[in-house]
């Protein structure tokens, strides 16, 4: 797919991933509808772009239909959505204080994964409904797990089982969606300057990337949004998660 013209959601849109990618689309002439929490910066990153603002939660699972019909209504259609919403809550599987809290463990499935398959069926449906292009693509999805899901550390058990259910689904989702030329990729970063890392110091961070191949770096959000433009771009990249992170394998803590 162009970029010029693109008609994007993307959820979580107000800072980090998702807007780094909402502003190369922009600067490529495609249109943007920023999806995120009333709290965040979303009004301003979407004025910002030329786009529209959709305050809304991930976890209201059935107010989110309504909000991407309205982004939907709002682009003239849908060619692609990014979801990066997520996080997580630290705690061994079994500690000193006893077993890990379920309902802590169900807020970070919710959140990430169901959220994401939500989102994920709700925009395939509107994508359904375009006129395929010369590639016979209708549409395109792009999650976000992390490197969690391959070799998460001591205490990221609900984390790590999340995102590795993110980038499990990812070629069952695009076998299931390519009937309709619907293509679906998940981008696996491993640490970024995003959230809590935005404002570490150069002596954290170097800590933090320390196994890190090469760049010994935090990641840069426009990296990502980078990737993400190449998911959109290369009809061959379908069903596959993509690790972005400079060569690093997480250590068991």
Do not use: C, H, W
């Given at each position: 797919m162009q970029i010029d013209g693109l008609r994007t959601i993307l959820v979580g849109g107000a800072s980090g991933f998702a807007r780094a990618t909402a502003?190369?689309?922009?600067?490529?002439?495609?249109?943007?509808a920023i999806l995120d929490r009333e709290s965040s910066d979303g009004a301003a990153v979407a004025e910002g772009l030329g786009g529209t603002w959709h305050p809304t939660d991930v976890l209201d699972f059935e107010g989110i239909e309504v909000v991407i019909g309205e982004a939907v209504e709002a682009l003239g259609g849908l060619d692609v959505a990014v979801n990066t919403a997520g996080g997580g809550a630290a705690g061994r599987t079994l500690s000193r204080s006893g077993p890990f809290d379920l309902d802590a463990f169900r807020s970070v499935i919710d959140l990430n994964l169901v959220g994401t398959f939500n989102t994920n069926r709700l925009c395939a449906a509107h994508m359904s409904d375009n006129e395929p292009n010369e590639d016979d693509e209708r549409g395109v999805l792009i999650n976000t797990a992390s490197i969690?899901?391959?070799?998460?550390?001591?205490?990221?058990?609900?984390?790590?089982?999340?995102?590795?259910?993110?980038?499990?689904?990812?070629?069952?989702?695009?076998?299931?969606?390519?009937?309709?030329?619907?293509r679906v990729n998940t981008i696996a970063p491993s640490l970024f300057a995003t959230g809590l890392t935005a404002?570490?110091?150069?002596?954290?961070?170097?800590?933090?990337?320390?196994?890190?191949?090469?760049?010994?770096?935090?990641?840069?959000?426009?990296?990502?949004?980078?990737?993400?433009?190449?998911?959109?771009?290369?009809?061959?990249?379908?069903?596959?998660?993509?690790?972005?992170?400079?060569?690093?394998?997480?250590?068991p803590r």
């Open positions: 502003e190369r689309i922009a600067a490529g002439g495609g249109k943007v969690a899901a391959f070799e998460g550390q001591i205490g990221q058990v609900a984390y790590t089982a999340a995102k590795a259910g993110i980038a499990g689904m990812t070629l069952t989702m695009a076998r299931d969606l390519g009937s309709l030329g619907i404002g570490v110091s150069d002596e954290m961070a170097a800590n933090l990337v320390k196994d890190s191949a090469f760049p010994k770096r935090l990641g840069r959000p426009d990296e990502y949004a980078r990737l993400a433009i190449a998911m959109i771009e290369n009809p061959m990249l379908n069903g596959d998660t993509i690790r972005l992170d400079a060569g690093t394998r997480f250590a």
